[in-house]
């Protein structure tokens, strides 16, 4: 059989029910390939989207909700350095991906001549070197008899360990090769070596003993969850875990939606943009444990020294290179494994729930007092994001699947968004690129059809991959799209404000920033859309976009002053946030000493007192 025939064959044997592709010279014979089983068979199917950008973003999203690994197909050059964006989605949010790019033929390749130009054929890159940082396994296929092997490799690379995405780059002329899948020799795992070497059974049940012994001695534990709970399917475990313990639990944003925010033991989620209560939590506790979070300083803040200063830290990854960091902060006992492999073992060496009453009571005290958002209410009559995020929480459905874009959007969403047991939240937290929840989108639509997708985006970020609202209408998928459009760039106004005299050079429309009429856009490719401008009119406009069929678009139209609160300004400890408390406030509060730089607040702020 012809070698790109062998391809889809093999996305089919992993469950790969949908590709994601652009077409080109390079990749005509393998999308060719995918057609003609899809009319013959069935069992696999494309979406052609409109920018190869965005094809590797939902390829991302649809290897996190499956069936199968996520696969974006593209063709050489310029089609090829397009998936870069999106495969470092991938890369730091440990997600598995399968790109496939073709290549051009052997004889015009720089491989074929003895001067190594720059270029020799039409579109030619070298592709593989340039993904080699960003890729757990990048291979140009030369050999048509290693078919099979390299990409049986790629994909175990993909999903074994600490996951991530691969590259496999076809020459056309290896596309079209003639060969006899029975005589293919496959790749052996066994005669792998992991990309993330764990700990030794030995190694890890001294720890997990180290670790227990803190916790029984422990008189203010918390838990930490992050997303590589979920990435090992780690999550009713977990939850039982700290049931059988009675310990709070506090998340990461990668860990966002492993528990329901109703939940008695939940308390918030960390960091420079998290919960004022969860971060005091985690400031004032004696014992931390940290499961499958990578504790990077948009969680500990950038005084990576201050983070939970009081605490022995116990840190559970799977990465040995992520477990300290090597910037200051430091480890008790540091487990390299996966999570599902630790849980039981704590589960088991603590049976009993520890007497943690007086602390529980302090948590649920600063849940009580500090666990919203401070900025609610219209300001003349101008809408505020936190209120329509919290109504737009309200009507979705248990098993939501919301996506966000990044910016401000983003922080609205995680800091007024309350998790129903069941839904997921998701965004590419690591790498954070403006234009992604539309294109995740079309990647969680696919990976479960018919289902209702909430898009969350910016004004700004929407902009980025626009096009893919033509992807909506060709394959009618039912996103529900939410701009919060603040006509205005929105966290960098916020940080202008602070650091550069409110000169809001490039994010606002006197400084050159400037966003189109979203409704007549949408409408222009054939999409329902209308205008939410007051929260008088947001119940009634979310339920219409919920129940209405196809994709939507609603322009969401908030104050352009919208701040983002609370938040860590530079060189803060994580339990001191702005809006500033009053200090005889927070000393009152705190357990742990106030640290000197906390005795005063920043001239350049005001306080609020939130009692």
């Known amino acids: 059989m012809k070698i790109s025939d062998y391809i889809i064959d093999f996305l089919v044997t992993q469950n790969v029910k949908t590709a994601f592709l652009i077409t080109g010279g390079a990749v005509a014979h393998i999308v060719d390939s995918i057609g003609k089983r899809k009319e013959a068979k069935g069992d696999i199917d494309y979406i052609a989207v409109q920018h190869e950008q965005a094809g590797a973003m939902a390829a991302e999203v649809y290897s996190r909700l499956g069936p199968g690994i996520g696969v974006m197909i593209a063709t050489s050059g310029p089609g090829a350095t397009n998936l870069i964006t999106g495969m470092c989605g991938c890369w730091f949010d440990s997600v598995p991906g399968l790109f496939i790019t073709g290549q051009v033929s052997e004889k015009e390749s720089q491989d074929a001549t003895l001067t190594k130009p720059r270029q ?44 991530g995405p691969v590259l496999v ?34 190694l890890l049940e001294r720890k997990v003993r180290e670790a227990v012994s803190l916790l029984r001695n422990a008189k203010r534990p918390i838990v930490l969850f992050g997303g590589g709970v979920r990435l090992a399917n780690g999550q009713s475990e977990a939850l039982a875990l700290i049931e059988q313990w009675g310990i709070p639990a506090v998340v990461s944003w990668s860990g966002f939606d492993l528990l329901s925010h109703d939940h008695p033991l939940f308390v918030g989620h960390i960091g420079v943009y998290g919960n004022r209560a969860a971060n005091l939590a985690i400031q004032n506790a004696d014992v931390v444990l940290s499961f499958g979070s990578r504790l990077d300083t948009r969680q500990t803040g950038g005084r990576v020294d201050t983070f939970a200063r009081g605490a022995k830290k116990i840190m559970v990854d799977i990465d040995s290179a992520e477990i300290g960091k090597g910037r200051g902060l430091a480890i008790d006992v540091g487990i390299v494994a996966d999570v599902r492999r630790v849980l039981p073992l704590f589960k088991n060496s603590l049976l009993e729930s520890l007497e943690i009453s007086s602390w529980k009571d302090h948590v649920q005290a600063w849940r009580a007092v500090y666990g919203g958002s401070v900025e609610h209410g219209d300001q003349e009559g101008l809408m505020n994001a936190y209120d329509f995020l919290a109504l737009l929480s309200q009507q979705a459905s248990e098993k939501q699947v919301v996506i966000a874009d990044e910016g401000g959007n983003l922080v609205w969403t995680m800091q007024s968004w309350k998790i129903k047991q069941g839904q997921r939240m998701i965004s590419t937290f690591g790498n954070s690129p403006m234009g992604y929840a539309l294109p995740a989108s079309i990647g969680a639509a696919a990976a479960l059809p018919k289902e209702n997708i909430i898009c969350i985006d910016g004004d700004g970020g929407f902009q980025m991959n626009i096009q893919e609202l033509q992807t909506l209408v060709s394959y009618k998928l039912p996103v529900k799209i939410f701009i919060m459009n603040n006509q205005c760039m929105g966290i960098i106004k916020q940080f202008q404000d602070l650091y550069f005299d409110s000169k809001y050079y490039a994010t606002s429309e006197e400084y050159g920033y400037q966003s189109p009429d979203f409704v007549k856009v949408a409408e222009a490719y054939g999409i329902s859309a209308f205008s939410i401008d007051s929260l008088a009119q947001a119940k009634d406009g979310i339920a219409r976009a919920l129940s209405m069929e196809g994709p939507v678009l609603v322009d969401v139209r908030i104050d352009t002053e919208q701040k983002l609160n609370p938040k860590l300004e530079f060189g803060r400890p994580l339990e001191d946030m702005a809006p500033y408390l009053d200090r005889k406030e927070l000393k009152n509060i705190m357990i742990e000493p106030l640290l000197p730089e906390s005795e005063k607040i920043p001239e350049r702020t005001g306080w609020i007192n939130l009692k």
């Not at 990048?138 to 074994?160: F, G, M, Q, W």
């Not at 290896?174 to 030995?202: C, K, M, W, Y």
């Open 169 to 202: 780059d076809l020459p056309v002329n290896i596309q079209v090769e003639e060969i006899d899948p029975a005589t293919l020799r496959g790749f052996s795992p066994n005669s792998f070596e992991s990309t993330t070497p764990e700990d030794s059974d030995e």
């Open 120 to 163: 020799v054929g039409f579109q030619e890159t070298d592709i593989v070197s340039i993904v080699r940082p960003i890729t757990k396994y990048a291979v140009k296929v030369t050999d048509p008899s290693k078919i099979r092997e390299e990409l049986e490799k790629a994909v175990h690379i993909a999903k074994e360990g600490r996951p």
